[in-house]
């Protein structure tokens, strides 16, 4: 059998990461791209981590490179490319540089993977997946964003710390954008089939949303630059699904037309990631305040989109 082929551009924090745990998985072999000043780098990590493999009883073939031929014939592609936040900075602070980054970048997966399934990671993120469909040219199954499954992720474990229980037995959706943009939907959150209300007050419930709406943020403080292990893990599970073609249903930014109302936006919502990619979007029910709050994240959505429009007319 073919091993499945992995591309993650960008051989940072987040984007070496990735390729730690797509190789630990043994999701098949991987490659990582930096540009040419930073080859080296690329080689580097990819030996390192190669090295590994005797160790933590892997098999892939682990290539760093500058050069997108031999990214060629991807099944995924990781996009982390770009600049990281400093404290002080919003996400949506980075975009300028981060679209210029994220189109070059995007055109040459377009070029040698066409049939790849991307996975925006660079933030802001809803901008970013925005940028990726327009200048690639792909259909928009073949293009989704990383945010749901690390907000989720950082959700999940800020309850199951309060719960002392394990996070596995934490199971919950959210909506919409990244951070301070998601939708919490306690309603929907269990514990191993528990209703997370029966278990924790409302107070403690929006304390757990509210910690992992700024959790990138905390991070950012402690360390200066921004989180990469959970956002790197939150990828490597979307990529798992789609090369095993598990069809997890899995909260991330994907194209949404009559879904949810949007209108042609790439929002938040959980959805069906397989071989194909992005195979449908699924539609919850939303009571008034949760439908409020994915209206105000829609429009912060079309915000950014429309700023991404305004300073590269041509990604219109
Ligand atoms: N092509 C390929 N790689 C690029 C390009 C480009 N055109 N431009 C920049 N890069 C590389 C940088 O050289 C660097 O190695 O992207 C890498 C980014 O790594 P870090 O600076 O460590 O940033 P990281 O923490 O990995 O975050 C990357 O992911 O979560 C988001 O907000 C985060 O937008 C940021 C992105």
């Not at 055109?107 to 066409?114: G, N």
């Not at 901008?127 to 950082?154: E, H, N």
């Not at 943009?181 to 309603?187: A, E, F, G, Q």
């Amino acid at each position: 059998m073919r091993r499945a082929k992995i591309s993650v551009i960008g051989a940072g924090n987040v984007g070496a990461t990735c390729a730690h745990w797509a190789a630990a998985k043994e999701l098949g072999d991987v490659v990582l791209l930096d540009i040419p000043d930073k080859e080296g780098v690329a080689k580097g990590k990819a030996l390192d981590l190669s090295c590994c493999g005797p160790m933590e009883r892997f098999d892939a073939n682990i290539h760093g490179t500058a050069d997108y031929a031999d990214t060629a014939g991807s099944d995924v592609v990781i996009v982390t490319a770009g600049l990281p936040r400093k404290p002080g900075m919003s996400r949506d602070d980075l975009i300028g540089t981060n679209v210029k980054i994220v189109r070059s970048v995007t055109e040459q997966v377009a070029k040698h993977s066409p049939d790849s399934i991307m996975i925006l990671v660079s933030n802001p993120l809803d901008a970013m997946v925005y940028t990726a469909w327009k200048s690639s040219g792909f259909p928009t199954s073949q293009i989704v964003g990383q945010a749901g499954c690390l907000d989720v992720a950082r959700y999940r474990a800020f309850l199951a710390m309060k719960l002392g229980c394990s996070v596995e037995d934490i199971s919950a959706l959210l909506l919409g954008g990244h951070g301070d943009d998601m939708v919490p939907l306690p309603r929907y959150t269990s514990v191993h089939g528990i209703p997370v209300s029966q278990l924790l007050s409302e107070a403690e419930i929006t304390e757990c949303v509210n910690r992992a709406k700024v959790g990138g943020g905390e991070i950012v403080k402690l360390m200066g630059t921004s989180a990469y292990y959970a956002p790197a893990s939150g990828s490597v599970q979307m990529a798992e699904s789609i090369i095993k073609d598990k069809k997890r249903i899995l909260p991330c930014a994907a194209f949404c037309d009559s879904e949810y109302g949007v209108g042609g936006y790439f929002v938040g919502v959980p959805c069906i990631l397989g071989s194909a990619g992005v195979e449908k979007v699924i539609e919850i029910d939303l009571d008034e305040t949760e439908r409020a709050l994915m209206d105000e994240s829609i429009s912060h959505v079309k915000d950014l989109v429309g700023t991404v429009t305004e300073m590269f007319p041509d990604l219109a």
